[in-house]
């Protein structure tokens, strides 16, 4: 199948839209099935197909934050990034600092990170797979990463 | 590609550097996945860009198409309004032109037979009823025309039932007549009329009458046979009183339905001997705002154009609140999403 090529960039988007790495793989896995029963809706011109896999990879981690929120709903019981140890999620080799900055931005200042900057797409694909304008996703990633760089010197200075 | 903004690059670079990668399981779960080759027909998707760049003005033209080609075969080399056609004036002594004689037919449609045969005495009662439209040339010639048609009406041994005369401007005017000619002088009454003017159009229909006058005859004949049996009921002594009133009521009813169904026959007949003949005259000046065939032709696309804009509006007015519906669900799970990855 040749959606695999993209295999690690949907699995790296995952770790950064989630936050927690078992959980990403088990969205890739789920993503790949997808991909797998959809690929004949998959048009070429609309955009890349590690696009599309985004897209389909964002889709089912969406459909799986939901199920979560109605299961935390009637468990009351929520586990929180925040306060959690610090783990090698984002990335192999990261500073402890980026690590925890990563941590402590949401999921959607992740995720654009993710996609602009860990897999490298460009601006309109990436506005037009989240749904928003060109000019939003430029400012939430500019935050993002200021954001970033702002946790990184505090964490060194403390 | 580099990062979106120069003074982060070192930051990008590590984010980069350390990309995520997946463990070896993953990879031999997604690797063991087959992609599914049945062949499933898709709905094509249409984007909103295609639509407003490609279908919206190709329906546009499909409309304007429609309206301009219906105008054009609409407009024809003769006007269809009013139920006429636009015919050449008859020489004078001649008849108008050509006519078929059958039911509600307008002179467009026919040919061969002559209006000799249309009105020729016919054994069966029908009705006639003509449609003829003059131009006269000023209102001189209006107001004489006019004189002339009720003259000879008279003349012929019929009736003018309405006349209407309007002269709204000092140049421009228009009657409108509705004459009673005796069936038998139809032929000479049209040839005069024709003489008038010059025809702009004639419609003629004849509807054949023979069958309710029949009906009406053989009701008035049974009714007839039962008013006898009555009276001979009636003439026999031996009746007591109750049967007596019964029957007294019975012969008083039907000799009233017996009144109307004769005077409903005498009035089919007295119709079916008189033409209704409906002329309108015009000047020149109001038959000219009669639109040519390019004029006809715009005015028939701009009425389907009208059409087609009130099918538009009608679909907006059905569609737009659902538009709109789907509109907020659309933002509204937006916003959930964007809560949703907030606050996870």
């Given at each position: 199948m040749a959606a695999e090529e993209h295999l690690d960039d949907v699995h790296a988007y995952l770790v950064y839209l989630t936050g927690d790495r078992t959980m990403a793989e088990e969205l890739t896995a789920e993503t790949f099935a997808r991909a797998c029963k959809a690929?004949?809706?998959?048009?070429p011109r609309r955009g890349s197909a590690k696009t599309w896999l985004c897209q389909l990879a964002r889709s089912t981690a969406l459909d799986h934050f939901r199920a979560e929120k109605r299961r935390r709903r009637r468990e009351e019981t929520y586990v929180s990034l925040e306060g959690r140890e610090v783990q090698e999620t984002f990335g192999e080799g990261l500073s402890p600092a980026l690590e925890r900055a990563l941590a402590g931005l949401s999921a959607a200042e992740r995720e654009v990170v993710a996609l602009?900057?860990?897999?490298?797409?460009?601006g309109e694909a990436v506005a037009r797979l989240l749904g928003i304008s060109a000019t939003a996703c430029s400012t939430r990633l500019s935050r993002a990463l200021q954001k970033l760089e702002a946790e990184v010197k505090n964490d060194v200075v403390a | 590609m580099s990062s979106p903004d120069p003074r982060h690059e070192a930051l990008a670079n590590e984010l980069r550097a350390a990309k995520p990668k997946p463990p070896p399981e993953l990879r031999e779960r997604v690797t063991a996945l087959e992609p599914d080759t049945r062949e499933r027909w898709v709905f094509p998707r249409i984007s909103a860009r295609r639509v407003s760049l490609v279908l919206l003005p190709a329906c546009l033209v499909v409309a304007a198409g429609a309206a301009v080609v219906h105008g054009v075969l609409n407009s024809g080399g003769q006007s269809t309004r009013h139920m006429s056609a636009a015919i050449k004036a008859p020489a004078p002594g001649q008849p108008p032109r050509s006519l078929k004689k059958?039911?509600?037919?307008?002179?467009?449609?026919?040919?061969?037979?002559t209006m000799k045969n249309a009105f020729a005495p016919s054994i069966r009662l029908q009705r006639y009823d003509v449609q003829l439209k003059l131009r006269v040339r000023n209102l001189d010639g209006l107001s004489n025309a006019t004189k002339q048609a009720m003259q000879a009406t008279r003349h012929f041994g019929g009736y003018v039932a309405t006349v209407t005369y309007a002269a709204p401007t000092a140049k421009s005017g228009g009657a409108h007549l509705v004459l009673m000619v005796p069936i038998d002088r139809v032929q000479d009454a049209l040839t005069r009329f024709a003489s008038l003017g010059t025809i702009l159009a004639q419609h003629v229909s004849i509807k054949d009458v023979q069958k309710q006058v029949d009906e009406e005859t053989s009701g008035i004949a049974k009714l007839r046979g039962q008013i006898s049996g009555i009276r001979a009921a009636l003439d026999h002594?031996?009746?007591?009183a109750e049967k007596r009133r019964l029957l007294e009521r019975r012969l008083a009813s039907d000799q009233r339905r017996l009144r109307t169904l004769h005077g409903t026959k005498s009035a089919i007949v007295r119709r079916a001997s008189f033409a209704q003949i409906k002329l309108a005259l015009v000047t020149k000046r109001t038959a000219a705002a009669h639109p040519g065939r390019l004029g006809r032709t715009f005015r028939d696309a701009a009425s389907v154009l009208t059409r087609e804009g009130e099918l538009v509006v009608y679909a907006l007015i059905v569609g737009g609140p659902l538009l709109l519906l789907g509109a907020g669900a659309r933002a509204t799970r937006r916003r959930n999403e964007e809560r949703l990855l907030g606050g996870t």
């Open positions: 690929w004949k809706r998959y048009d602009r900057v860990v897999l490298e797409l460009d | 059958s039911p509600d037919i307008p002179l467009s449609s026919v040919n061969g037979a002594g031996s009746l007591s």
